[in-house]
C-alpha cells in the first residue's frame, strides 16, 4: 500500500447481528495490507471484543449505532470502535488489575477477559470514555515485513 495514510468507516446498529460485518471488512482490509491469516485472525477476535462491548453495554436496551474505523498507517492497523451510549468503565477496573497468568481460571472475573484478549492481540490498545456518554476504543496492529517473520 502507499504510505499516505488511509481510512475505511463504517457505521452500523450496535447489534449482535451487525459484528460480523465489521469482521468481515477487517479481514478485507488487512488481507489487502499483507496481514497473514494467523495475524487477521486475532484482530478478528480483538475487534469482535471491542464491538461486543457496545452491543452488550452501551446501550442497554435501547436501539444504537456503533461506528468502525479502519486507519491504514504505511505499515499499521488502526482499529477505532466508537459508541455514543453509557460509557463502559470495566477498562479501568481491568487495567489495575494484575495479568491472567498467575491466576487460576476461577479468579479471572466475567467482563474483563474481554479488555485482556484486546491487549494480547494487538499492539497497543487504549480505552476512553467520551464526556461521560460513549467509548471509544482504539487498537493498533503493526504490519511485519514477511522478511522479518520467524
Not at 50 to 66: E, F, I, T, W
Not at 93 to 118: P, V
Not at 127 to 135: D, F, I, L, P, W
Request: aromatic share 8%; hydrophobic share 40%.
Amino acid at each position: 500500500m502507499t504510505d499516505e495514510a488511509q481510512k475505511v468507516v463504517i457505521s452500523l446498529p450496535a447489534k449482535a447481528e451487525y459484528v460480523d460485518i465489521v469482521r468481515l471488512n477487517l479481514y478485507g482490509v488487512a488481507s489487502k495490507m499483507g496481514f497473514s491469516f494467523e495475524e487477521i485472525e486475532d484482530m478478528k477476535v480483538a475487534v469482535s471484543e471491542a464491538c461486543n462491548n457496545s452491543v452488550l453495554y452501551a446501550y442497554k436496551h435501547d436501539q444504537g449505532n456503533m461506528e468502525v474505523t479502519f486507519d491504514i498507517i504505511a505499515d499499521e492497523l488502526q482499529i477505532t470502535v466508537r459508541d455514543e451510549g453509557e460509557s463502559f468503565d470495566a477498562w479501568g477496573k481491568a487495567a489495575g488489575r494484575t495479568g491472567l497468568h498467575d491466576k487460576d481460571l476461577e479468579d479471572a472475573q466475567i467482563g474483563g477477559l474481554g479488555f485482556y484478549l484486546m491487549q494480547a492481540l494487538m499492539d497497543n490498545v487504549s480505552v476512553e470514555s467520551e464526556s461521560g456518554r460513549g467509548t471509544k476504543v482504539v487498537m493498533s496492529r503493526r504490519l511485519i515485513p514477511s522478511e522479518e517473520r520467524v
